[in-house]
Nanobody
Framework: QTQVVESGGGLVQAGGSLRLSCTASGSIFRINAMGWYHQVPGKRHNLVASINVDGATWYADSAKGRFTISRDNDQNTLYLQMNSLKPEDTNVYFC????????WGQGTQVTVSL
């Protein structure tokens, strides 16, 4: 199986927080770097944050200082803690490896209101 299921999105006011979760199938999760993505016009998926097997992280400029990516290899689960949310963070968020190994899931909708 090559599936991921994202959850945790919702509607929040600007300045609020959300914690996204991504549960992945199979043993490939624990030996691959993982990332959170969102969709942008003209590009299917844009990387927001990533985490290596050893825990090293990377963030897009828009996420630095506000988002924290983490992983639980025992539970095959990836997380994204989103704080100080802004209306421009509104999007559908997806998870996958950095080589797009998994079949893309449905994503989880994050909507930030003023």
């Amino acid at each position: 199986q090559t599936q991921v299921v994202e959850s945790g999105g919702g509607l929040v006011q600007a300045g609020g927080s959300l914690r996204l979760s991504c549960t992945a199938s199979g043993s490939i999760f624990r030996i691959n770097a993982m990332g959170w993505y969102h969709q942008v016009p003209g590009k299917r998926h844009n990387l927001v944050a990533s985490i290596n097997v050893d825990g090293a992280t990377w963030y897009a400029d828009s996420a630095k200082g506000r988002f924290t990516i983490s992983r639980d290899n025992d539970q095959n689960t990836l997380y994204l803690q989103m704080n100080s949310l802004k209306p421009e963070d509104t999007n559908v968020y997806f998870c996958n490896t950095l080589t797009y190994y998994y079949t893309w899931g449905q994503g989880t909708q994050v909507t930030v209101s003023l």
